[in-house]
């Protein structure tokens, strides 16, 4: 992520990209894929002081999220289903969340499952603990949240159509770092526990739906009177506050075959031509870094009330519309969020206390 501070983008990108010269040892060797997170090996993990989650008994693996925008409301509600493992005999699954109406937990049958909120810290939220029967061996167990978020949600940024630039249709943007997905999602939302996650998400049918995930239903799908379905999915485990969300009046032009462009239409002819210079920094960061491990990178251009200069969302880097200057002189900020494909996004700290390290 960068902060929106004016004039110190630049130099902030060209640090990056700087520090990872001096850091590449020229071996551009492919490395293997990324692995789903169920099979990753059990990991000794740290304590988070600022998660609720105790991953060593109970982790979650990934997140399928069912969820319908309303716009009037200035809410999301529908379920979150979770893979969980767990260490053999755990019966208790503790989960993040905050500022969200829980409407009841059930089992993947649709089973009520005991569930209850802890008391609530003003940075942390609660913790959402559920009962769950006793793990078994390698056994992965299904738990669906059913629950809404309110309109005040800290991740959730919900603009009137004159807050953006067409001046026509509402807007939706997320912001997860650093503990701020927990107010959308309940989920283990610690930077050290990654998950995978699909999405269904349900919106007006003149608005479109991008998320940090691979896009599966490119034109929405019908889905009631005035609405339409998108649906995606990310096989990669990430920490959850990568898990992001884009709704509004978008259009997209591709650069080459995996990197493009999202904003409203007023704005799409300037940003395809202020940022075409990307193809060619993902082709520099890879032989500097080794393999885009990613699929696609693509850039989402958000209204002017965007309050960062970027953030490193996998596949969709969000990004301040002040970089579309008209002469190419402040994309090196995509350069910045680019090289967090790989510090940051492919090697996490485990905590955010080591902010540091990324």
Partial sequence: MTLKLVGRVSALAIATAALGACATTGDTTPMSPLVPAASVPATAYVNDPHSWARPAEARVTHVDLDLAADFAAKTLSGKATLDVTGRPGATEVVLDAKMLDIKGVTDAEGRPLDWSLGAADPIKGQPLSVRVPAFRGDETQKIVVAYATRPDASALQWLSPQQTAGGQKPYLFSQGQAILTRTWIPTQDSPGIRQTYSARIV???????????????????????????????????????????????????????????????????AAQWELEPTAKMVDAAEALYGPYRWGRYDLLVLPPSFPFGGMENPRLTFATPTIIAGDRSLVSLVAHELAHSWSGNLVTNATWADIWLN
Avoid at 219 to 241: M, S, V
Avoid at 261 to 268: A, F, G, I, K, M
């Fill in 203 to 269: 919106a007006p049918s003149d608005l479109t739906v991008v998320m940090s995930a691979e896009q599966l239903t490119p034109n929405g799908e019908a889905a009631g009177a005035g609405t339409k379905a998108w649906r995606f999915k990310l096989d990669q485990p990430i920490p959850p506050y990568l898990i992001a969300i884009g709704a509004g009046d978008l259009a997209f032009a591709p650069f080459d075959g995996r990197t493009g462009v999202w904003t409203e239409p007023s704005r799409l002819q």
